[in-house]
């Protein structure tokens, strides 16, 4: 494929900034900013004022190094949360995706990856060393560590379990199942067979 | 004798898989012959077989080098029955596009989660090579064995396959900066342990199963009372493997990969308690590794209750007329499954499936890749 140059060097280098997005190749690129030509100036002007202001005004939040705009995040803010559970996630999405269900009212801990040595990421260069500090702080009754359920996020979650154990409070995982609306004969056995050995109380299993 | 197998392919169709620009067959549940002259593409279509129940070619070749030539993707159907399901399993594959797997219409989110559903058992001419290649050729054969007839083995083997490439990459890493956490080698050595063990414990008992069937067959086969086995190597026979790398750490750090484990099993082959490989005649060679193959499907069978589909390349290859036939009697004999098999010559193929007396389906393949059948 030989890459056709394009008749503007403004044009060439926005989609050159375009295509380092994940997900994005050329193409798209080329596509989004001919896009954003077209929807006139009040549309790019906006989506750049934007972006400026994504880089220059988020913070992380100093607790749970959530982004935020202040030096303590929103949920971090929040006195009405349950104070006795924090959550370990991975990164920013998973706040999202846990806030999102509605069953978690703890705060959270974001580690921001996982141990990662093929990809150069070791604890260093996660937010782990302050964990057991902030347990013992503030309270805290319960960890719920919700990591991948990959290799690496098995070997964080071990990681993270090391340097609690010695607190007292309870370290939990979370449950692995079977996906509702599965059926059982697709479910794939490893999850299937977790499952089984880590089964509920019928009266658990009622509960939506 | 009508064998009901558990698992048969009921039909085929290749596009642009390897030398095949297009095929379409139907299959006998019992024996099925491909004949024709070297290169027509008989193997061709045994390793499309395999590619459907293992998403591998038996061959060495990569998944893109079987695109046809000048072809720019492949296609492979296959519609099997297992105990009376019928399962539809396509496989495809674009350049520079990720395999696709689909089990029924529904695409597989994991290609490791189809290995099992259809086991396979390949006897070929390839297989002088777990005499004379590496370890990891032994290891390679035992692992499908294995992944094919124990659910959660692959799943164990490539969490722990994971975890050593990391377990490697740190020690690199830390010999570049110079300064080595312990606690984080530590950690992997305590997070491969589990998985470590399962994977020598499966592989023991596979190996102690499968020991149990060879002489037998070898006496099938070559008529001959020699004394095969085989002899399971891991360095778990003798500590758990968090011990093992605590003790190897410093050589570990000095050679900077990981120096003990089961990714250093190995398999031993002995006839009358000498290796295989210099004492062997190359017509023992030949016997000892058919006999091996089919132990493996023995232990397969017993394991899962599922016949797996023996494919049998060149089967001539390997043995003359008395002893082919020989081994199709005990195949049909121990109520093994549907068979596919290859040869040059006709002849022998026909007096072979008479002498068994079974419903078999003959494809006679030319030179220009026509195919004509016939059933006896
Ligand atoms: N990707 C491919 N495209 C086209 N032809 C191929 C491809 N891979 C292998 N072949 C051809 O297939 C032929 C070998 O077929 P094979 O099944 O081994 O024959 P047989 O087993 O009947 O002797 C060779 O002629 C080889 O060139
Ligand atoms: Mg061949
Ligand atoms: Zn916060």
Redesign the pocket.
């Known amino acids: 494929m030989n890459e056709q140059s394009l008749p503007s060097r403004t044009l060439e280098r926005a989609v050159g900034e375009l295509a380092k997005l994940p997900g994005i190749g050329r193409k798209s690129a080329i596509r989004l900013a001919l896009h954003i030509l077209a929807k006139g100036p009040e549309f790019g002007l906006s989506l750049a004022e934007s972006i400026h202001s994504l880089a220059t005004e988020t913070k992380q ?1 100093q ?4 982004i ?1 705009e202040s030096d ?2 929103q ?2 803010a929040d006195e009405r949360r349950d104070s006795t559970r924090i959550c370990v996630v991975e990164d920013v999405r998973d706040v999202l995706a846990i806030e999102n269900t509605g069953q978690f009212k703890g ?2 801990h974001v580690l921001g990856g996982v141990i990662n040595p093929m990809a150069g990421v070791g604890p260093q260069d996660l937010y782990v060393a302050d964990l057991p500090e902030r347990v013992e702080k503030t309270g805290c009754e319960e960890v719920i560590v919700a990591l991948p359920a990959t290799a690496e996020g098995d070997t964080t979650a071990f990681y993270v379990y090391k340097k609690l154990k010695h607190l007292p409070i309870t370290i939990s995982a979370l449950a692995r199942g079977v996906a509702i609306g599965e059926e059982l004969e697709y479910a794939d056995e490893i999850t299937l067979g977790r499952s089984i050995l880590n089964r509920v109380p019928f009266e658990n299993s009622l509960k939506i | 004798m009508q064998i009901v197998s558990d698992v048969t392919l009921k039909s085929l169709a290749l596009l642009n898989f390897k030398n095949w620009e297009e095929l379409h067959l139907s299959f006998s549940p019992v024996v099925n012959c491909f004949i024709g002259p070297n290169g027509v593409g008989k193997t061709n279509i045994l390793d499309s077989i395999h590619f459907l129940c293992t998403t591998k070619s038996f061959l060495s070749t990569t998944d893109i080098q079987c695109i046809r030539f000048g072809a720019d993707y492949f296609f492979i159907k296959g519609e099997f029955d297992r105990i009376g399901n019928l399962e539809v399993i396509q496989v495809s594959l674009k350049k520079s596009e990720k395999k696709v797997l689909k089990r029924n219409d529904s695409n597989y989110q994991r290609l490791s989660e189809h290995i099992g559903l259809l086991p396979v058992i390949v006897i070929s001419p390839q297989d002088t090579n777990l005499i004379y290649e590496g370890s990891d050729e032994r290891r390679k054969t035992l692992d499908l064995a294995l992944s094919l007839s124990d659910g959660l083995y692959l799943h164990n083997l490539q969490r722990y396959n994971r975890l050593l490439q990391q377990r490697n990459a740190y020690l690199k890493e830390a010999d570049t900066s110079g300064r080595v956490q312990h606690d984080i080698l530590t950690l992997y050595d305590e997070q491969m342990d589990p998985f470590a063990s399962y994977i020598y414990n499966a592989r023991n008992s596979f190996l102690a199963a499968a020991d149990q069937y060879l002489s037998r067959f070898y006496y099938t086969i070559s008529s001959a009372r020699e004394h095969c086995s085989i002899r399971y190597q891991s360095d778990l026979a003798d500590n758990n493997l968090a011990a093992l790398l605590a003790q190897s750490r410093q050589k570990d750090r000095e050679l900077l990969y990981t120096t003990r484990g089961v990714h250093k099993d190995d398999l031993e082959m002995y006839i009358n308690g000498q290796p295989l490989k210099k004492f062997g005649s190359q017509g023992q060679q030949k016997s000892f590794l058919i006999a091996l193959k089919l132990a493996i499907y023995a232990v397969i069978k017993e394991q899962t209750g599922l016949s797996p589909i023996l494919l049998f390349d060149d089967i001539f290859d390997k043995l003359d007329q008395k002893r082919a036939s020989q081994v199709i009697r005990l195949v049909q004999e121990m109520k093994f499954g549907q068979i596919f098999l290859s040869d040059t010559h006709p002849e022998r193929v026909k007096m072979l499936t008479q002498q068994t007396g079974s419903h078999s389906k003959f494809f006679m393949l030319d030179e220009h890749q026509k195919i004509t059948h016939h059933e006896a």
């Open positions: 939040c607790r749970c190094h959530n935020s303590i995040c949920i971090c705060y959270y």
